[in-house]
């Protein structure tokens, strides 16, 4: 009955084998959950359309963006309508360092745009082809939130959606709809962004700084984060992923080996300034560090030119992609962390999955707390999955044990839910009771 009323009303609507198969799953290797339809909204009045006429029946919405989701956050599992806002993917206007678009736009033209304007958009998580929407749906960072801050920092308005079908402004109250940005579509739809843009800097370098040990390379971060550089960038760099990721790709770039010693783990540091000038200072100054053994690097390396800086990067973004045709399966706990506890975690982490038989690979961005923990085996997904389940159980354990986040830069969604503390999950419930009483948005997710 309700699918015919869209469809009266003049909404794309997809049902049966219309639904293909990508609307039954993200990124996360769990389940199919297939929705009884899709809504391929293409404007706020649709997704108000959509929204109270599941209001006033009680049917589950799950929006959707990209599905690029590595938790399950988009995913269907209490059936009902996927909400499709993809095809919502207009860039509307920009004007005075404020660029408003569609939640569809993906993250790599949002970037292209504020460059075209001779501007800077510093949100950067690593899946440049996720939608904007669904960044500000999970609050996503990257490694640049050391300096720049999340995607809830560059968000200065928005048109929101709620359940009842009811169209609002977050200008209009900041104070309740600021709730929605991170909850992972399960507080209300956004339907519209403006976002601030701001002045690219002058000039960048990057230093990688390798060390012998985990310890040390965490504490020259805090060194590195304290003495006034402001880097950009400050990642930990595991030289067990180096490893593995330079043996898939065929070309390591990051070091394995000094002086025939092997590396522990490598610091990979963005300096900025206002221009080449003011960046070797800072670079001199770090380098000061160095010498006064206040930080305890093996050697400093610097990236100064425009294909170094890519090359390191795409060294960098080579981790996630080299573990899908280097391992037979493979499993990742995603969190955020005090930087006085990620040796602790790192450690921990490294010892469960000698309990669990895996190869652990770690990367971080240790200047904002974020953790990427990769358990790697070289047996199907199903002859792992019991102690893949396992090693999530004991390491998001450890993680709360050290007043961590799990949600970290990917949410929640159906994967972590079962990790999730109840003080959190009251919390998100006295939210959910303002903003959808009825629970129809993305139900099965923070709160199960």
Request: overall charge negative.
């Amino acid at each position: 009955m309700i699918i015919d009323e869209m469809l009266k009303l003049g909404l794309n609507v997809l049902t049966g084998d219309l639904i293909g198969a990508d609307y039954c799953h993200d990124e996360y290797p769990g389940g199919n959950y297939c929705p009884e339809a899709v809504v391929e909204a293409l404007s706020t009045e649709d997704v108000a359309t959509v929204m109270k006429l599941c209001h006033e029946t009680g049917i589950p919405v799950t929006v959707r963006g990209a599905g690029t989701g590595q938790v399950g956050g988009a995913v269907p599992v209490k059936g009902g309508i996927v909400l499709s806002v993809k095809g919502m993917n207009k860039v509307l206007d920009y004007a005075d360092g404020i660029l408003k678009v569609q939640p569809g736009v993906l993250l790599q033209d949002v970037k292209a745009e504020a460059e075209k304007n001779g501007m800077y958009y510093p949100p950067d998580p690593g899946e440049k082809t996720a939608t904007i929407g669904g960044n500000a749906a999970t609050n996503a960072g990257g490694p640049c939130a050391v300096k720049y801050g999340r995607t809830r920092d560059y968000i200065v308005d928005a048109v929101m959606v709620l359940a009842d079908g009811s169209i609002e402004t977050l200008s209009d109250n900041r104070e309740i709809l600021s709730f929605a940005i991170g909850s992972e579509g399960t507080l209300a739809v956004i339907t519209e962004l403006s976002l601030k843009l701001v002045e690219k800097p002058g000039a960048d370098a990057i230093l990688l700084l390798p060390f012998m040990d985990t310890e040390s390379a965490i504490s020259a971060a805090d060194a590195i984060m304290t003495a006034g550089f402001d880097p950009a960038v400050v990642e930990y760099m595991d030289t067990d992923i180096v490893e593995f990721s330079g043996k898939v790709t065929g070309s390591p770039v990051f070091p394995i080996e000094i002086d025939g010693e092997r590396v522990g783990a490598t610091l990979m540091v963005t300096i900025e300034g206002t221009d080449d000038d003011n960046v070797m200072e800072k670079m001199e100054a770090l380098a000061g560090l160095a010498e006064e053994g206040e930080i305890e690097c093996l050697d400093i390396l610097v990236g100064d030119t425009v294909s170094m800086k890519r090359e390191f990067w795409a060294a960098h973004s080579a981790f996630h992609t080299s573990l899908e045709s280097g391992a037979k399966s493979s499993i990742e706990v995603n969190a955020d962390l005090p930087l006085d506890a990620m040796a602790e975690m790192i450690k921990a982490a490294k010892a469960i999955g000698e309990e669990t038989g895996f190869q652990v690979l770690i990367h971080a961005h240790v200047g904002s707390g974020g953790i990427h923990i990769h358990a790697v085996s070289q047996q199907s997904r199903e002859e792992s999955a019991e102690a893949f389940q396992t090693f999530s159980d004991e390491a998001y354990a450890k993680v709360t044990a050290l007043g961590g986040n799990i949600a970290g830069e990917y949410g929640i969604g159906y994967a972590k839910v079962q990790y999730l503390r109840e003080d959190c999950k009251a919390d998100f419930t006295e939210k959910k009771a303002i903003l959808d009483p009825k629970g129809i948005l993305n139900p099965g997710k923070i709160n199960g």
